[in-house]
């Protein structure tokens, strides 16, 4: 099976800008998380989804925010960039019956 | 007090030793507990998951669990220097959420 995957791998943006961030999850996973990683916060939880509805979110602000189409896919979306969101952004999905995430490569963000 | 706690290291230990890694959780209500490595520059790969107290064997790995103590390791055996980088300990406090809490993270050195 192929692993999942994440697209742009690397993006350059200023402040002020939004970016969308897309990820494939594991053909016949319906459950995809996103992770923000910093130096400094390590990997942090922001959402998950599960056939289409969220059904987890962590504390960061609504600038963040996500959704899942019917094919599993799913995006987040980051609003109003600022320099404190420049990180590396993980999505992992994982099958209906089982808690084991399986991680993409990574989108880096680098907000100027 | 964090929720999921490593030593930050480096760790450092000669080639064909063991490596203990180590973690500690808050939550006694934790439900499921992985194991993932990262290389730098690289997304998290997943090595282990343990669920019940006791040990759980995987090749060189070991992942042990001790839910009273609120612990859980990870021995490494004949470590190579291929095994270096950090080793991140996750833990699902809820099942069905999608969401990981991950430790700081562990670096391993494995020394020729």
């Known amino acids: 099976k192929a692993g999942v995957t994440q697209t742009p791998r690397y993006l350059i943006k200023t402040r002020g800008q939004q970016v969308t961030l897309s990820c494939s999850p594991i053909?016949?996973?319906?459950?995809v998380s996103w992770y923000q990683q910093t130096p400094g916060q390590g990997l942090q939880f922001l959402f998950e989804?599960?056939?289409?509805?969220?059904?987890n979110k962590g504390n960061f602000p609504g600038r963040f925010s996500g959704r899942q189409f019917s094919n599993s896919r799913s995006e987040m979306n980051v609003s109003t960039l600022e320099l404190g969101d420049s990180a590396l952004y993980l999505c992992?999905?994982?099958?209906?019956?089982?808690?084991?995430?399986?991680f993409g490569p990574g989108t880096r963000l680098l907000v100027l | 007090q964090k929720e999921v706690e490593q030593n930050s290291g480096p760790l450092s230990v000669p080639e064909g030793a063991i490596a203990s890694l180590n973690c500690t959780y808050s939550?006694?209500?934790?439900?499921?507990f992985f194991w993932y490595r990262q290389y730098s520059g690289k997304s998290p790969e997943l090595i282990m998951f343990?669920?019940?107290?006791g040990d759980k064997e995987d090749g060189r790995f070991t992942a042990q669990l001790n839910k009273a103590s609120q612990y859980v390791s990870l021995l490494i055996r004949d470590s190579q220097p291929s095994d270096s980088a950090t080793y991140l300990c996750a833990v699902t406090q809820v099942s069905g959420t999608g969401k990981l809490i991950f430790g700081q993270g562990t670096t391993l050195q494995v020394k020729p």
């Open positions: 053909s016949g996973h319906r459950s």
């Open positions: 989804y599960f056939s289409e509805t969220q059904r």
């Open positions: 939550d006694r209500g934790s439900q499921s």
């Open positions: 992992a999905s994982s099958s209906a019956d089982s808690e084991t995430q399986y």
């Open positions: 343990i669920y019940s107290n």
